[in-house]
């Protein structure tokens, strides 16, 4: 992971792993969505309405992703001073709360004809509207410190963190707590979902991730090339000024 | 007295959302890092 935090073996790198991201994601994404609304069975009690499934549990599984990614570079920005930790937060930011706000806004669809209702505040609805505020937050923080000259802020970082206790909470508040929301379908070893549901949900998951890979990869490098055009440009002004 | 749904306006609902929110963000995204990479390699060249 070391060798990767050298910006210009990034951008070796990340030239041609970006589109190929994207490309394979949305192949696979839309393969599965396909799937999962034409090919795969209604279920017995849903109906129809379970076809949603192939969106929410996608969207939520990166929502928290996300957050994990947030984490795991402010720990390499703080612990080893890597200097694409604090880019890679940053990249990995927008898409985890774009995932994060299509989640909840999918799971409030599913849940008017499952429920009978558009939003209940129980523990997993509650932490992972906790998530979204937590991701707004954070880009707002990260944001002014960028705009205050301290590109490398530790504050995010600690914020970034601190906020991933939130990410055991979503998990185990279905245990925790009386929920509407169900326990766990899917845990280590084990499956309450049908092979014909499974099938085309593990496509998407696979699918989204790879989107959400590729747009990282593609804001990092919007990020760095940003930087690198903005400190030439100061040089440039450095170099007028001194004659 | 039971309300009557349409499972698939739901269904075509959802759909909309996450499909549309995914389309818009990987194509913001792709088009910010053209643009950052082109004002990048201009900056080289002046």
């Keep these: 992971m070391h060798g990767f935090a050298n910006p210009a073996r990034f951008l070796r790198i990340a030239k041609w792993l970006t589109p190929l991201c994207l490309l394979v994601g949305i192949v696979l994404t839309a393969a599965a969505l396909g799937w999962g609304l034409f090919a795969a069975p209604a279920e017995r009690l849903q109906g129809e309405t379970v076809r949603i499934i192939y969106l929410h549990v996608p969207t939520a599984w990166l929502g928290m992703a996300g957050w994990m990614g947030i984490a795991a570079a402010s720990f390499a920005q703080i612990v080893w001073r890597h200097p694409l930790a604090a880019i890679a937060a940053r990249a990995c930011a927008m898409p985890g709360a774009i995932f994060t706000a299509v989640c909840l806004v999918t799971g409030s669809i599913w849940g008017r004809p499952a429920w009978g209702t558009w939003w209940v505040w129980d523990g997993r609805l509650t932490s992972m509207l906790v998530l979204l505020f937590l991701y707004l937050g954070w880009m707002a923080l990260e944001q002014a410190s960028r705009e205050s000259g301290r590109e490398q802020s530790a504050v995010p970082a600690i914020f970034g963190l601190l906020g991933a206790v939130n990410i055991p909470i979503i998990h185990y508040s279905v245990i925790w707590w009386q929920t509407q929301h169900q326990p766990p379908s899917i845990t280590m070893g084990q499956s309450a979902i049908a092979g014909p549901f499974l099938v085309p949900l593990f496509a998407a998951m696979a699918g989204f991730s790879m989107i959400f890979a590729g747009v990282v990869l593609a804001r990092m490098r919007a990020i760095l090339a940003d930087q690198q055009a903005e400190a030439r440009l100061r040089r440039k002004a450095f170099a007028v000024d001194a004659f | ?46």
């Design chain 2, 1 to 46: 007295m039971r309300e009557a749904f349409d499972p698939w306006t739901f269904v075509i609902a959802a759909y909309a959302v996450g499909v549309g929110a995914t389309v818009a963000m990987v194509a913001w995204s792709w088009l910010s890092m053209r643009r950052a990479e082109k004002r990048r390699d201009e900056s080289r060249r002046r």
